[in-house]
């Protein structure tokens, strides 16, 4: 399964997670997936020639959004600063691989500089 396409000058990716990419595991902790969430999407856009300031929309999918969210927005004002993309977030119940601390997963709607 791709995790991106592109289309019309779009960039559409998905299934963006916490991971980190040198053990290949996602932490348990919120704030460290969140900020290694972005850090995958920050370097996946530098891949496709294009950045944060790009992004047009992104899907957040929490497994307990309200206990989440709050640690989650921190670091996407952090991120975003005062011109965030478009969001929205909703709860799920599974995530991620077998038995393996997901709690966090993103998608992503880039318009490709150009």
């Known amino acids: 399964i791709p995790q991106g396409a592109s289309a019309n ?5 998905s299934a963006i997670r916490g991971l980190d990419v040198e ?3 996602v932490p348990e ?13 920050e ?3 530098e ?4 950045s944060l300031d790009d992004v047009v929309q992104i899907a957040c999918y929490m497994k307990n959004l309200q206990k989440t969210r709050p640690t989650f927005n ?5 991120v975003f600063g005062d011109n965030p993309p478009a969001r929205f977030a909703v709860e799920v119940t599974d995530m991620g691989q077998p ?3 997901s ?3 993103l998608n992503a709607i880039v318009a490709l500089p150009g």
């Open 43 to 45: 370097k996946t856009l």
């Open 47 to 50: 891949d496709a020639g294009a």
């Open 9 to 13: 000058g779009f960039l559409f990716l």
């Open 103 to 105: 709690a966090i997963l």
């Open 99 to 101: 038995g393996d601390a």
């Open 74 to 78: 921190k670091v996407w004002e952090e």
């Open 29 to 41: 902790d919120i704030e460290q997936q969140a900020r290694l969430a972005f850090k995958v999407l």
């Open 23 to 25: 053990t290949q595991k």
